[in-house]
Each structure stands twice: as C-alpha cells, then as structure tokens.
C-alpha cells in the first residue's frame, strides 16, 4: 500500500515564508505526477502546483512567482516553497499522487490518485 505524509503547514505572517514536505512510502516503483492542492472554506479544491516525474511543473496563475514546487525522486517525496504569503492563501493544503506504480503480494499495482491527509496553513497578522 501507499502512504502520504504531509508536513509543513502552520501559522505564518503575511509577506512570510512556508515550505510544505510530503512523503510517500510503500513499496513504490514509480510516481508520475506529484502535486498540492488546497482548499479553502466554502470553496473547491484547487491546484496549487504539479510536478511531473520528467519535472515538467504547472501552477496556479495566483501562486506563480511565490510557490516553487519540486520533488527528490529517490525519497518519494514532494516539496512546496511559498514564499510572499498572503492571506488568500489560508487554507488546508492537500498532497495528491497520480499515477502510483507500487508492489504487493509481488505483483506490481496502479494506483489511479492519492491523497494525503492535509495540513492547515493560516496566513494573519
């Protein structure tokens, strides 16, 4: 199976910087696309960032030239650097993997989308 742990999130000052971790275990053999999300009270869940296994990145129009995404192959792992906060940017911020390649019961598994649990950011004075 997979797992996603996020972590990272927290209060911080407008003008002020974050950087969000998320780290997927299991018997992984491959990761396509590896990205954050968020979601904002009352409102729907929207990319943040993606970053592609060939490093391809796409962003939100609101996030570019703040957030940087990037990825460590060799630990599974995402990162999400955000910097210049604002408050807009308040909300639960959400891991997704696409397209997992993992082994169990030695046979090798796809997993479509992934999830992690998500983590608070809160962007006040």
């Known amino acids: 199976q997979v797992r996603l742990v996020e972590s990272g999130g927290g209060l911080v000052q407008p003008g002020g910087s974050l950087r969000l971790s998320c780290a997927a275990s299991?018997?992984?053999?491959?990761?396509?696309?590896m990205g954050w999300y968020r979601q904002a009270p009352g409102k729907e869940r929207e990319l943040v960032a993606l970053?592609?296994?060939?490093?391809?990145?796409n962003y939100a129009d609101s996030v570019k030239g703040r957030f940087t995404i990037s990825r460590d192959n060799a630990k599974n792992t995402v990162y999400l650097q955000m910097n210049s906060l604002k408050p807009e940017d308040t909300a639960a911020y959400y891991c997704?993997?696409?397209?997992?390649?993992?082994?169990?019961?030695?046979?090798?598994?796809?997993?479509?989308?992934?999830w992690g649990q998500g983590t608070q950011i809160t962007v006040s004075s």
């Open positions: 299991g018997s992984i053999f491959s990761i396509n696309a």
């Open positions: 997704n993997v696409n397209d997992v390649r993992y082994w169990s019961g030695g046979y090798l598994w796809k997993l479509d989308d992934y």
């Open positions: 970053i592609t296994s060939r490093d391809s990145t």
